[in-house]
């Protein structure tokens, strides 16, 4: 084949992907992942915050590697409340992955700084509009708390897991309780420009 005849093939696929918006899609691919490679440079959240708002850390009933069958550990945290009560991101990070699967149901998974990967499962529906790729905060609404996948039968509640890329860890040491806007008490806001100083007692 003609080098010529190459050129014209060449040209008439990028104006396709072009015009298809293919190309699009690709960059928005690669920014999504340059995005995300910078994620994992950074340092881990040490502080989550509770996905449910009105949960208290001290509600939770800790069944970190609680036997599920004989052949499985509970590798995360139930968090029970209301059907359809709304599930807030626990950090800063992309929506990874929204998707089903027999045990989690309804599963939306978040990747955050160092790239953990926060796993928010059997929800009854998923926040509309949520797509992969969307940046979200803690205040964002991934979903709402439901009994899919395994948890059918069950009470209602969040199944939440934490991956390192060393596998699960516990998230519940982790966990922070949300406090009501304005309850903030003796902290006034600090300037950007002040430091913190460390003072011996
Ligand atoms: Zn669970």
Same mark, same amino acid.
């Given at each position: 084949?003609?080098k010529?005849?190459?050129?014209?093939?060449?040209?008439?696929?990028?104006?396709?992907?072009?015009?298809?918006?293919?190309?699009g899609?690709?960059?928005?691919?690669?920014?999504?992942?340059?995005?995300?490679?910078?994620?994992?440079?950074?340092?881990?959240?040490?502080?989550?915050?509770?996905?449910?708002?009105?949960?208290?850390?001290? #509600?939770?009933?800790d069944?970190? #590697?609680?036997?599920?069958?004989?052949?499985?550990?509970? +590798?995360? #945290?139930?968090?029970?409340?209301?059907?359809?009560?709304?599930?807030?991101?626990?950090?800063?990070?992309?929506?990874?992955?929204i998707?089903?699967?027999?045990?989690?149901?309804?599963?939306?998974?978040?990747?955050?700084?160092?790239?953990?990967?926060? *796993?928010?499962?059997?929800?009854?529906?998923?926040?509309?509009?949520?797509? +992969?790729?969307?940046?979200?905060?803690?205040?964002?609404?991934?979903g709402?708390?439901?009994?899919?996948?395994?948890?059918?039968?069950?009470?209602?509640?969040?199944?939440?897991?934490? *991956?390192t890329?060393?596998?699960?860890?516990?998230?519940?040491?982790?966990?922070?309780?949300?406090?009501?806007?304005?309850?903030?008490?003796?902290?006034p806001?600090?300037?950007?420009?002040?430091?913190?100083?460390?003072?011996?007692?």
């Amino acid at each position: 084949m003609k080098k010529g005849t190459w050129l014209v093939g060449l040209s008439v696929l990028v104006f396709f992907l072009l015009v298809s918006g293919v190309a699009g899609s690709i960059r928005d691919t690669a920014v999504f992942y340059l995005h995300v490679a910078k994620l994992y440079t950074q340092t881990p959240d040490s502080r989550l915050s509770m996905p449910l708002e009105n949960v208290r850390k001290e #509600q939770i009933a800790d069944t970190w #590697q609680a036997p599920r069958g004989t052949s499985r550990r509970h +590798e995360g #945290q139930d968090i029970f409340a209301a059907k359809g009560t709304p599930i807030l991101s626990a950090t800063p990070g992309y929506v990874y992955n929204i998707g089903e699967n027999n045990l989690g149901g309804q599963t939306v998974s978040v990747i955050g700084k160092g790239g953990r990967v926060y *796993y928010y499962a059997h929800l009854d529906a998923y926040a509309p509009r949520l797509k +992969e790729g969307d940046w979200v905060t803690t205040r964002t609404i991934l979903g709402y708390v439901g009994t899919t996948g395994n948890a059918q039968g069950t009470p209602p509640h969040l199944h939440f897991g934490v *991956y390192t890329s060393d596998g699960a860890i516990n998230p519940l040491p982790l966990l922070s309780d949300r406090t009501a806007p304005n309850s903030a008490q003796g902290t006034p806001p600090r300037r950007a420009n002040q430091r913190l100083v460390s003072r011996k007692v």
